[in-house]
C-alpha cells in the first residue's frame, strides 16, 4: 500500500490515534520537501510553544463556572460566572481557551473525563481578587474554566479533515509522491504551498497578494452550512422565545459579516448572550464552537 493511501486509510479509521496518523504525515513531510507541512506536524505532536502561532482552531471560547460560600453556611457549588462580572480587561483570557499541547494530550483528556468538560482552573490569586464581586454576599472559592470535551472531539477531527483534503490533494497532483525519495519534490514547492494554505492552514487563501488596496470578502459554502446546522439546532431547543430569538438573531448577525472586521464583534456579542443562557443553550452550542473559532 502507498503513503498516501496508508494515510487516507489512517484519517478515516476514528480507531487511529491522532499521533500515529500524524507521524506517517511527518514521513510525507520530508519525501514532499515541505518545512510548513513538516513544521505544522511538529508542533501538533509536540505541542505549539509559541501561543502566536497557535492554530485558530486550537483556540476556543468557553464558560466558566465556580463554587461559592456565603454567610450562615450557605453554598453555590457548580455555579456559573457571567462573563459581565469579570472586568473587561481580563474576560477574553477567562473566558478563552488556548489548547497549546500535543494532541495526544488532548487524547488522554478525551479518554480520562468523567463527564461532558474537563477543567483548566483559574489562577487562585485572580480567583481571590474578583471572588466577592461575583455573586452578592458570595465569595468564590474556586473558579474554572468548562471545555467541553466533544469540542476536544471536534479539534481532533478537524485536523483528521485537514489532513485527509490535503493528502487526497497531492495525491492528485502526483499518485506516487507519498514513495518518492526524500527531498525529491515530486510536487513543486508552490504547489505544496498552495495545498498546505488551503487544507491545513486555512480555508481560504489571500488570492490578492502584493494588493495593499484589495480587500477580499470571502465567504465559503462550509461555513454558511455550519451557521445553517447551528441555527437549526437552536429552533429545535427547548427555550424562552426571547432568549431564542436574541441568541438566533446575534448568529444570523455572524453569518452575514463573514470576512469582515464586523464579524468578531458579532461573535463576541453572539458569546455574550451565550453566556446568560449558557444552561439551556451551552450543550447544543458547544459542537459548533471549533469551527466559529476558526472562521475569526
Same mark, same amino acid.
Given at each position: 500500500m502507498s503513503l498516501l493511501r496508508d494515510i487516507q486509510n489512517s484519517a478515516v479509521d476514528a480507531n487511529e490515534p491522532i499521533s500515529t496518523l500524524l507521524r506517517k504525515c511527518k514521513i510525507l513531510a520530508a519525501r514532499l520537501g515541505s518545512s510548513e507541512f513538516?513544521?505544522?506536524?511538529?508542533?501538533?505532536?509536540?505541542?505549539?510553544?509559541?501561543?502566536g502561532l497557535l492554530p485558530e482552531y486550537r483556540i476556543m471560547a468557553v464558560a466558566c463556572r465556580g463554587h461559592f460560600s456565603g454567610g450562615f453556611g450557605s453554598a453555590m457549588n457548580n455555579a456559573e460566572i457571567p462573563s459581565r462580572c469579570i472586568p473587561k480587561d481580563f474576560r477574553e483570557g477567562l473566558y478563552t481557551v488556548y489548547l497549546a499541547q500535543?494532541?495526544?494530550?488532548?487524547?488522554?483528556?478525551?479518554?480520562?473525563?468523567? !463527564?461532558?468538560s474537563v477543567q483548566e482552573f483559574w489562577p487562585a490569586d485572580f480567583?481571590?481578587?474578583?471572588?466577592? *464581586?461575583?455573586? @452578592?454576599?458570595m465569595n468564590c472559592l474556586q473558579a474554572w474554566k468548562v471545555i467541553p470535551v466533544n469540542a476536544l472531539?471536534?479539534?481532533?477531527?478537524?485536523?483528521?479533515?485537514?489532513?485527509?483534503?490535503?493528502?487526497?490533494e497531492i495525491e492528485s497532483e502526483a499518485p506516487?509522491?507519498?514513495?518518492?525519495?526524500?527531498?525529491s519534490q515530486p510536487v513543486a514547492e508552490e504547489k505544496v504551498q498552495q495545498i498546505f494554505h488551503t487544507h491545513i492552514? !486555512?480555508?481560504?487563501?489571500?488570492?490578492?497578494?502584493?494588493?495593499?488596496?484589495?480587500?477580499?470578502?470571502?465567504? *465559503?459554502?462550509? @461555513?454558511?452550512?455550519?451557521?445553517?446546522?447551528l441555527l437549526q439546532t437552536l429552533l429545535e431547543t427547548n427555550g424562552t422565545e426571547k432568549s431564542k430569538e436574541?441568541?438566533?438573531?446575534?448568529?444570523?448577525?455572524?453569518?452575514d459579516s463573514q470576512g469582515t472586521d464586523a464579524f468578531k464583534v458579532n461573535y463576541n456579542k453572539f458569546m455574550s448572550v451565550l453566556s446568560d443562557h449558557m444552561q439551556v443553550y451551552g450543550p447544543v452550542v458547544a459542537p459548533f464552537l471549533p469551527a466559529l473559532t476558526a472562521i475569526i
Open positions: 513538516s513544521a505544522w506536524i511538529e508542533s501538533e505532536l509536540n505541542g505549539f510553544t509559541d501561543r500535543p494532541v495526544s494530550s488532548l487524547e488522554s483528556l478525551i479518554q480520562s473525563s468523567d !463527564g461532558g480567583t481571590a481578587h474578583v471572588g466577592q *464581586n461575583i455573586y @452578592q454576599a472531539v471536534g479539534i481532533l477531527d478537524m485536523i483528521r479533515n485537514r489532513v485527509l483534503n490535503f493528502v487526497l506516487e509522491a507519498g514513495d518518492a525519495p526524500l527531498n492552514a !486555512g480555508n481560504v487563501q489571500n488570492l490578492a497578494t502584493g494588493s495593499n488596496h484589495v480587500r477580499q470578502h470571502a465567504i *465559503n459554502n462550509e @461555513q454558511n452550512e455550519i451557521f445553517n446546522k436574541q441568541i438566533i438573531g446575534t448568529v444570523e448577525e455572524m453569518r
